[in-house]
């Protein structure tokens, strides 16, 4: 599998493209973060009357796995994009049949 120097120079761009936007995101998300506790700690203590003692810290495990289901659902979206370029009639011919289910599913007659 022969690959040419601007083939390779684009993966190589596109390499540091996604890392930059990774780090951006990693940086965004840290400033939130810290916003949150911020102002959690201006607001009412954790565990009062107002959230009945169920408060979570900024930094839970639940929003780690938000950040995370966040970034797998920008890729999957990247790749049908990509590939909705590469291949436009399958595409076209995908979504219609997506519709024709959605709309069986969603249809209230019985048949």
Not at 64 to 80: C, D
Request: avoid cysteine; proline fraction near 4%.
């Amino acid at each position: 599998m022969a690959h040419t120097n601007d083939e390779i120079e684009e993966l190589n761009s596109l390499k540091h493209a996604a890392s930059e936007r990774r780090d951006k995101r990693a940086n965004s998300a840290s400033k939130t973060r810290a916003a949150s506790k911020n102002s959690a700690a201006s607001a009412s203590p954790a565990g009062t009357q107002e959230d009945g003692g169920q408060s979570l810290p900024p930094g839970s495990e639940s929003e780690e796995l938000v950040e995370k289901l966040a970034g797998e659902v920008e890729t999957i979206f990247a790749e049908i994009g990509k590939a909705s370029r590469e291949r436009p009639v399958l595409a076209l011919v995908s979504a219609f049949a997506v519709g024709i289910l959605i709309g069986h599913l969603l249809s209230k007659r019985k048949g």
